[in-house]
């Protein structure tokens, strides 16, 4: 069983710091997140939070972008950022006594950009051609179709880098009032992993975030949920490719349909074993690429398939997929599916446990869309005490009457 202690403070300012502890580990993982992403923006100003994340690494009053990559990197760390749907987020691997270090440079970055105009300039077209590869992705292209399709009418339905028409009219303006509500309207959040004091990383946290002064109630999340079907061609393609999905509210008792939901995807889609991989390319040899997956946001849970295949052969895989989903929720587990299917999720729990940047990000995930942290001996006791008629009993409720969602992107 895990021995694990997580220690959280909150700050006046609205900081909330947590710590996992990690006493054998000889190095630390340290992070700051903000919660606020695309699906905060309108169509108008979408790609902001991405671009932001972007631009904090161009300068700040005392570091140049050069400094800002070799503070970190000289000293044999890693300094890294990425944007979602629900939050923007920094954070650092550093050797134990460099925590200081990574707290000052996370800090410098969010307390003060410089946004300088002519770097802004050339990060543009930087995103631009980021946007432009995610174009030439397929599969990502038919999620973000999906995404724009099923979450039509909010935020969640826009891609998290915007597109190359929004970011070129994202203005200094807005990078300003991005800066204006992290100080003042956004809490924020810092996680740390490894070996990491959390009295002092508190002592830290007051001292680089002293310009941050208060923190007023994050955005209102609400979601909008419809069915459909969207069709997109592309040049160049051979396979067509596919997201077919729905969503699910994620209201009181959800951490329990949470488990339900990870433990259903485990056995239908989300490894080899699977019955969605063994259906589709192993007995019928239909596709190369086939799972599912899920998405947690603070107010939905979203579940999916994605598959890549010939054009004339979609329309069996999609088939064969929905098929083996009504078999699934009809009949329930297999004879001794749900006992491999638990040991697969505490399996990878209890691998995952020896790495220090698993452990941030599940601190960070948890915090930030579930509003409370589990242990992992609590997660795992929660998985482990499931039954079938109680696990089943939720899925079938759930998707019921849950609206889905296809989305194809096709040779033209």
């Known amino acids: 069983m895990f021995r694990q202690k997580i220690f959280r403070t909150e700050l006046s300012n609205g900081i909330t710091v947590l710590t996992d502890w990690m006493p054998h580990a000889y190095s630390a993982n340290v992070g700051v997140w903000i919660p606020r992403g695309s699906r905060h923006e309108t169509k108008e100003i979408n790609g ?8 904090v690494f161009k300068g700040t009053e005392k570091r140049s972008a050069f400094e800002i990559a ?16 629900q939050e923007t ?8 006594e460099d925590v200081p ?48 399709l099923h979450y039509k009418g909010c935020g969640l339905s826009l891609p998290i880098a915007g597109t190359a028409k929004t970011v070129k009219g994202l203005l200094k303006s807005g990078m300003l009032e991005y800066e204006r509500q992290v100080l003042e309207d956004l809490p924020l959040t810092v ?8 009295e002092k990383l508190v002592e830290l946290v007051e001292k680089n975030f002293e310009k941050k002064k208060s923190a007023k109630h994050p955005f209102v999340n609400l979601y909008r949920a419809n069915a459909g079907q969207k069709e997109k061609s592309k040049e160049e393609l051979s396979q067509s490719n596919l997201f077919w999905g729905t969503s699910f509210d994620a209201s009181e008792g959800s951490v329990e349909f949470l488990r339900a939901l990870g433990l259903f995807n485990v056995a239908f889609g989300a490894d080899m074993g699977s019955r969605l991989f063994q259906k589709i390319r192993e007995e019928r040899g239909l596709a190369y690429s086939v799972y599912s997956m899920t998405d947690v946001y603070t107010d939905v849970f979203g579940w999916g398939i994605s598959l890549a295949t010939a054009p004339q052969k979609m329309d069996l895989a999609l088939s064969l997929a929905q098929k083996e989903l009504e078999k699934f929720l009809k009949n329930g587990f297999e004879k001794g599916e749900l006992e491999r299917t638990k040991m697969n999720v505490v399996g990878g729990l209890r691998i995952g446990a020896d790495n220090a940047e698993k452990r941030l990000m599940r601190l960070a995930d948890q915090e930030l869309h579930l509003g409370k942290i589990f242990t992992m001996a609590e997660t795992e006791k929660q998985v482990l005490a499931f039954d079938e008629e109680r696990l089943m009993e939720l899925l079938r409720n759930a998707f019921e009457h849950a609206p889905f969602a296809t989305a194809i992107v096709k040779p033209k």
């Open 48 to 55: 902001l939070a991405h671009f932001y994340e972007h631009l």
């Open 70 to 85: 070799h503070t970190i990197e000289d000293r044999g760390g890693n300094l890294e950022a990425y944007t979602t749907r």
């Open 89 to 96: 987020g920094f954070y650092a691997q550093v050797m134990r």
């Open 101 to 148: 270090l990574a707290v000052d440079v996370i800090a410098d970055m969010l307390m003060n950009p410089t946004f300088d105009s002519k770097e802004m300039e050339k990060e543009r077209k930087v995103i631009i051609e980021e946007v432009h590869s995610y174009d030439d992705i397929a599969e990502e292209c038919a999620g973000d179709l999906f995404n724009a």
């Open 191 to 198: 996680c740390a992993s490894g070996a990491v004091d959390h």
